[in-house]
């Protein structure tokens, strides 16, 4: 089966802990994004890779973190300069030549 | 810049019901257009896309969305609602590039 994979489903941390949250697709896709979302906020981009050891950020990168080492994963790390980091997260990749993206099943962090 | 608006967080209708979201959008080029649908706790699915071939665009789960240039819009409508359509539902713009704009969501209820 296609498709990305998000894991943990749901994480918990201490105020103050670095965590980082894990997406890998065998969708192929070069591009790969991380969103964060909130109740009533829709989605808001933190990161996103168009190609392997390369990316930029999107609006509300203060407080994250990215790697792309190679094309089937994307971690996303949450630091603790994150100031609000409780939220569901949710990973995604794109099929340029349709412009569609693909999601996870996203990972809900709670930190206390 | 092009951005989506979509009117109503919440909209309830009675099963069996005519379904209807409202997305206007805006973009200084002819857009792609989508339609996502969220589950609670899981991630998006792409219900439909707009890609100029037709106006009226027929997605899964028997909802359709039909582009309306003069009004900007891109609403969302099936005949006749079920309890399973109960869900988050997410207009998207994209400009063919590397990146999606999304809506804040709209929240249908289905009332039994």
């Known amino acids: 089966d296609g498709g990305i994979t998000q894991s943990p489903k749901y994480l918990f941390r201490k105020e103050g802990q670095n965590v980082t949250l894990s997406c890998e697709q065998n969708?192929?896709?070069?591009?790969m994004y991380w969103y964060r979302q909130d109740p009533g906020q829709g989605l808001r981009l933190i990161y996103y890779?168009?190609?392997?050891?390369?990316?930029q950020k999107g609006d509300i990168a203060e407080g994250y973190s990215v790697s792309r080492e190679k094309k089937e994963s994307f971690p996303l790390t949450v630091t603790s300069a994150q100031k609000n980091p409780t939220a569901f997260y949710l990973c995604?990749?794109?099929?340029?030549?349709?412009?569609?993206?693909?999601f996870g099943p996203g990972t809900r962090l709670t930190v206390t | 810049a092009q951005s989506v608006t979509q009117l109503g967080s919440h909209v309830s209708v009675s099963e069996g019901a005519l379904v209807l979201l409202r997305c206007n959008y805006s973009?200084?080029?002819?857009?792609?257009l989508f339609w996502y649908v969220q589950y609670p706790n899981q991630g998006l699915q792409l219900l439909l896309k707009?890609?100029?071939?037709?106006?009226l665009v027929k997605g899964i789960n028997g909802f359709e969305a039909e582009f309306k240039k003069s009004e900007t819009s891109f609403h969302l409508t099936k005949p006749s609602a079920h309890m399973s359509d109960a869900a988050e539902y997410f207009c998207?713009?994209?400009?063919?590039?590397?990146?999606?704009?999304f809506g804040k969501g709209t929240r249908l209820h289905i009332l039994p």
């Open positions: 973009s200084s080029v002819p857009p792609y």
């Open positions: 890779s168009q190609i392997v050891n390369d990316f």
């Open positions: 969708l192929n896709h070069d591009a």
């Open positions: 707009y890609t100029s071939a037709a106006t």
């Open positions: 998207a713009v994209s400009l063919r590039d590397d990146k999606i704009i």
């Open positions: 995604a990749s794109m099929d340029s030549n349709l412009y569609e993206q693909y």
